[in-house]
T-cell receptor, first 113, second 113 residues
Framework: DGGITQSPKYLFRKEGQNVTLSCEQN?????MYWYRQDPGQGLRLIYYSQIVNDFQKGDIAEGYSVSREKKESFPLTVTSAQKNPTAFYLC????????????FGEGSRLTVL | QQQVKQSPQSLIVQKGGIPIINCAYENTAFDYFPWYQQFPGKGPALLIA?????SEKKEGRFTISFNKSAKQFSLHIMDSQPGDSATYFC????????????FGAGTTVTVRA
């Protein structure tokens, strides 16, 4: 089955630690995205990538980093510089940038202790 | 600052009722308006979408109404069922911003049997 796989589903981190969330897709989509979801705020775009080895900052990129070394993979690192990292993180992809139709993974819930 | 304002935050209806979710925007450059449905613990999935040259679009029991002059659009769920209980997000995007989606804050709909 084609889709987007995010791991881990739940993650706990101590303050001051970096953590990397995995996102893999087998849909052969060019574009990939990371969103953050907080209660009452909808989804906010962290980073997006149109093609391999290229990515752009979204609306709330501070304290996060990404890489796109392979078409299928778009990992997100939540660094210690992110002031409020506890959230639900969603990875998504689309056939190309700008189609509007996003396919989402099931999310990773990060809790900072 | 949220570019798409969504209301209400939550609503409860009886089975067979018609929950209505409203969204408003300011940026007249928006030209694509999708709705996403999210079940607990899952990622959102595209439900239905509309472009501003159309005033209404139906897909099954879901209808989008679009009022370009008022800069508003709404989702109606006809003959709602308990399985429709989910969080619904409206969104908007524009060509000049790489079609990046701006999401509303979400509406949690509960359909009572």
């Amino acid at each position: 089955d084609g889709g987007i796989t995010q791991s881990p589903k739940y993650l706990f981190r101590k303050e001051g630690q970096n953590v990397t969330l995995s996102c893999e897709q087998n849909l052969n989509h060019d574009a990939m995205y990371w969103y953050r979801q907080d209660p009452g705020q909808g989804l906010r775009l962290i980073y997006y990538s149109q093609i391999v080895n290229d990515f752009q900052k979204g609306d709330i990129a501070e304290g996060y980093s990404v890489s796109r070394e392979k078409k299928e993979s778009f990992p997100l690192t939540v660094t210690s510089a992110q002031k409020n990292p506890t959230a639900f993180y969603l990875c998504a992809s689309s056939i190309i940038l700008g189609t509007g139709e996003l396919f989402f993974g099931e999310g990773s819930r990060l809790t900072v202790l | 600052q949220q570019q798409v304002k969504q209301s209400p935050q939550s609503l409860i209806v009886q089975k067979g009722g018609i929950p209505i979710i409203n969204c408003a925007y300011e940026n007249t450059a928006f030209d694509y308006f999708p709705w996403y449905q999210q079940f607990p613990g899952k990622g959102p999935a595209l439900l239905i979408a509309i472009r501003p040259d159309v005033s209404e679009k139906k897909e099954g029991r879901f209808t989008i109404s679009f009022n370009k002059s008022a800069k508003q659009f709404s989702l109606h769920i006809m003959d709602s069922q308990p399985g429709d209980s989910a969080t619904y997000f409206c969104a908007a995007s524009r060509r000049s911003n790489d079609y990046k989606l701006s999401f509303g804050a979400g509406t949690t709909v509960t359909v009572r049997a």
